[in-house]
């Protein structure tokens, strides 16, 4: 029960010590405060050595920035960079690709499977969930506000329809992934789920 | 020498402390209710007050001010007469300082809860809030130097030093970031605009964080570290130098928030050297703490008290670390925006802080009833639950922050994003959360047990009003400094001249940091398409602040390729000159909105899907953890304030043309009025006089401004 009740109710040592019994380092005369006493220990090299070497940084770092105006610390150029080293490897890894989906068509359900997946993460929130209609019209039904042939859909998804709020995705999905999702839209055809929207548009 | 008898008010000590566990209980269960709240929607109850965007607010300004401001008060209140050996200097003035600091909590409380908020985080409480603060801290530092001053020992200890720099330091902060223009009782706009609010609120932030949670108690753990384990403390040497070299190098560190924003690079250089430079001051804290305990380990090893002394000043060691490391563009471009920092936060608010408020409540109760803490196995079982909670509370953090940056930044070779939908990258966080909500739940458990044990320890003993004590009188001392006394040492038996260094020390920083930023233009270099927000968007953007939306939502995108690929063109100085306040936010819990309503975006959405979106966000996608917001489509825009709002936007430098506020309401009226048809050609009906139409309003205005130039219109 009693854990430091002996502390507290012990008295400073009365004799005039100047060194600490334990560790042996003398003691800052006069320096008492409330029983409190404070040990001349001087400054742990290792932290010393480590602020120095923290200011030396430091300073390098601005004379870098503001002396020889480093690009590594200049965000936009940062950025420029960035942005050019990308377009540099995608530009080969787009041909690459181009040249691996030649070589292996995939199965139509491979297709269906690869377009619900770009569906569900991008198209649902304005289509719902099973194509239904949302804020964006009704995919399953047999109605078409700008064409239902593959290359309408095509076109909308890559252009967009700005007043209508429809952006455009061409730098969110490549071309391959845009007749995915398209194939997966027109399978949705005839689903007839719950919640529809009224049709738009005419019909196909 | 005659010894002089007196006695210490205890009253003061007690009132704080027993403050500081009942707001305890209240900042972590507010706590843990957000860290549910943050995944599971629902959890608002379905009510405006009781939403994440205002009870995060209450939860910080809670634990913040209201937990942790009282612990420090209790410190310093027995600390300082036991110090100077001398009784504090007014009672009506402790007085008003108590009473007025908890009314100034729940005033706080209230109004959050309420939707009063000036939307800068921990500064949010409205101007009538923050002069009361103004006037009880003044009362505070009255009564403290007032102590000071009449002391019976001939120096102030470095407990002492520090409150010191506390005290003047949270004065100047909260004055200059909470300068605002009122426009009624509780609506005020910061006197500050975009990138210049954005500095200055981080340079109060980040001094928030230093000079309240971090000073004050390195005040206290020079008190009671070594009264409770006998110990002298390590090295005066070392005291000297930690305590300036920190207090004039943290008043800088303030922009490290602000890396990769549209804040000048200059800027942003000095936030990551000086944060790197605060790293061995910082641990010089922690090792005086720590070494300190030298020839105490087995008094530790028995003693839960001094164990969670010794698991909060690491937890210290370890904040401190990790912080420089933040502070590393490179580090911050992963970290920024993401749980990592919720996660280092606490490090430093559950151990350091919350371990040193436990131990100095259980080391102190029993002292103040003259009796035996009730039951020491309890405290132990406090001390583990306590620092098992730590570890379940921040390492799924860790884990969720880096997971989600590394999947916002993820290409595909063909060079799109891996997970171009941000919900995507949440969903890897709802088992982190559910594990971080566990280690509140735990930590909330632990907080619970010490209030029934002190509970326990106060009802078996008696309240000790006055604790007789006597002493020596002051001997005059030399006026100036004599020969063989340094100059430090001669600093410390002249309180005024010290406080006087030491706020020579805390300005200057802040001063070259913030002047140049608002007299050199190149820092904010202008862009003549910005224009000021019309009436309806001003409305939607109170709306958006009054919600809270910034908690989760950042409007500030990044010069990286993820980024830009992501939301669109990134964020430019000159696009929030007319952002009272600025909103770019800390945190993104939902994406980034600085480029919602730039139609030939990336994010665009048409107004019908906002509308929905608002009502029910689960609606759109399930996967969403936003919470919805009917109310917003039911209650009315408060009109008539408009003009009010163009007024004061007006004496901020906004420039809206002459004599607008009375062409105002009309501008407004015919902007919603449209805004209205258009949901009615999609199949919406509603008034157009509802805060949703302005909210939409302001959502279709964000980021639009700068693409006008690409634009045809």
Not at chain 1, 72 to 92: D, G, H, L, N, P
Not at chain 2, 28 to 51: D, W
Not at chain 2, 306 to 325: D, H, N, Q, R, W
Request: glycine share 8%; with cysteine.
């Amino acid at each position: 029960m009693s854990t430091n009740e002996d502390i507290q109710l012990k008295e400073p040592n009365k004799v005039n010590e100047e060194v600490d019994d334990v560790t042996k380092i003398k003691f800052f005369g006069g320096h008492e405060y409330d029983g409190i006493k404070e040990l001349d220990n001087p400054l742990p090299p290792w932290l010393k050595y480590l602020f120095y070497v923290t200011i030396i940084f430091s300073i390098s770092y601005l004379i870098l920035l503001f002396v020889f105006k480093d690009d590594s610390i200049i965000q936009v150029k940062e950025y420029r960079k960035e942005v050019m080293a990308a377009r540099a490897k995608t530009e080969v890894a787009v041909k690459e690709e181009a040249v691996k989906t030649a070589a292996a068509p995939m199965t139509e359900e491979q297709i269906l499977a690869a377009g619900k997946a770009i569906y569900d993460k991008t198209c649902l929130v304005c289509h719902g969930k099973f194509g239904e209609g949302l804020v964006g019209p009704n995919f399953t039904d047999e109605y078409w506000i700008h064409g239902g042939r593959p290359e309408e859909l095509k076109k909308v998804i890559i252009e967009g329809v700005l007043d209508k709020g429809m952006i455009s995705y061409k730098s969110q999905m490549n071309n391959t992934q845009i007749d995915h999702v398209i194939g997966y839209i027109l399978s949705l055809q005839g689903s007839n789920p719950p919640n529809q929207k009224a049709p738009q548009g005419v019909k196909n | 020498m005659e010894l002089q008898k007196f006695s210490y008010d205890n009253r003061m000590t007690r009132n704080f402390a027993i403050a500081t566990m009942v707001w305890g209980v209240v900042g972590l269960l507010n706590g843990l209710l957000i860290a549910l709240q943050i995944y599971i929607p629902s959890m608002n109850f379905g009510l405006e007050f009781t939403t994440f965007g205002r009870t995060r607010p209450v939860h910080t300004n809670a634990v913040i001010f209201a937990f942790v401001g009282n612990a420090i008060f209790t410190a310093i209140y027995y600390s300082l007469q036991r110090l100077l050996k001398t009784r504090m200097y007014s009672e009506l003035l402790g007085k008003i300082h108590f009473w007025g600091w908890q009314a100034i909590i729940v005033a706080a409380a209230v109004t959050l809860v309420m939707g009063f908020t000036v939307g800068k985080e921990y500064a949010e409480l409205e101007w009538p809030i923050d002069i009361a603060i103004t006037v009880v801290w003044v009362i505070f530092g009255w009564n403290m130097f007032g102590t000071i001053l009449q002391r019976r020992t001939s120096h102030i200890y470095v407990s002492i030093w520090f409150y010191i720099a506390t005290w003047v330091t949270v004065a100047v902060l909260h004055i200059v970031n909470s300068m605002a223009i009122p426009v009624s009782f509780l609506k005020s706009y910061t006197l500050y605009a975009g990138v210049q609010d954005a500095l200055v609120q981080w340079w109060y932030g980040h001094n928030a964080v230093a000079f309240f949670l971090t000073t004050p108690f390195l005040g206290l753990m020079y008190y009671f570290v070594p009264k409770i384990s006998g110990r002298p403390v390590y090295s005066y040497k070392l005291s000297i130098v930690h305590f300036w070299s920190l207090i004039f190098l943290y008043i800088w560190a303030g922009p490290h928030h602000l890396l990769y924003s549209s804040l000048p690079d200059w800027l942003q250089a000095l936030g990551t050297t000086f944060s790197v430079m605060l790293l061995a001051p910082s641990w010089g804290g922690m090792i005086n703490g720590l070494l300190t305990l030298r020839g105490a380990w087995d008094k530790v090893r028995r003693d839960p008290i001094l164990k969670m002394f010794v698991v909060g000043i690491t937890a210290y060691g370890m904040s401190t670390f990790e912080g420089p490391l933040l502070s590393f563009k490179t580090v911050n471009a992963i970290s920024h925006f993401t749980d990592w920092t919720i996660g280092h936060v606490h490090i430093g608010a559950l151990g350091w802080n919350g371990m040193l408020i436990f131990g100095m409540i259980y080391w102190l109760i029993p002292r103040l009833y003259n009796t035996k803490l009730y039951s020491t196995k309890l405290a132990n079982v406090h001390f583990w639950i306590a620092t098992l909670a730590i570890v379940f509370y921040a390492i799924p953090l860790y884990i969720g922050g880096i997971t989600q940056a590394l999947m916002w930044k993820q290409f595909t070779p063909d060079g799109f994003l891996m997970y171009p939908n941000f919900l995507e990258t949440v969903a890897q966080l709802i088992p982190m959360y559910t594990i971080r909500a566990f280690g509140g739940f735990l930590y909330v458990l632990g907080f619970l047990i010490l209030v029934f044990n002190i509970v326990k320890t106060i009802q078996s003993g008696s309240f000790v009003a006055e604790e007789h004590a006597e002493a020596p009188a002051l001997e005059s001392l030399p006026e100036g400094k004599t020969q063989s006394e340094s100059g430090h040492r001669f600093l410390e038996r002249k309180p005024i001249r010290f406080l006087i260094f030491a706020t020579i020390a805390i300005l200057i920083g802040g001063i070259i940091e913030v002047i140049p930023t608002y007299l050199i233009k190149s820092n904010i270099p202008t862009i003549t398409s910005v224009k000021p927000y019309t009436p309806l968007e001003l409305q939607g953007r109170d709306i958006y602040v009054k919600e809270g939306c910034y908690n989760c939502h950042s409007q500030m995108i990044r010069p990286f390729r993820s980024e830009t690929e992501r939301y669109g063109e990134y964020s430019k100085a000159g696009e929030s000159v007319y952002d009272h306040p600025f909103q770019f936010g800390s945190k993104r819990t939902g994406p980034d909105l600085a480029r919602e309503g730039v139609k030939t975006g990336k994010i665009y959405k048409p107004n019908s899907w906002h509308y929905n979106h608002f009502i029910d966000p689960q609606k759109m996608n399930e996967a969403s953890i936003m919470p919805k917001y009917p109310w917003l489509a039911k209650k009315e825009i408060d009109i008539q304030s408009t003009p009010g709002k163009i007024r004061a936007m007006k004496i901020l430098g906004v420039p809206y043309p002459e004599n607008y506020e009375q062409k105002a309401i009309e501008d407004l009226k015919a902007q919603a009025d449209s805004i209205a048809k258009d949901l009615a050609a999609n199949g919406i009906q509603t008034d157009s006089n509802r805060e949703i139409i302005a909210l939409i309003a302001y959502m279709q205005r964000l980021g639009v401004d700068i693409s006008t130039k690409s634009t045809k219109k």
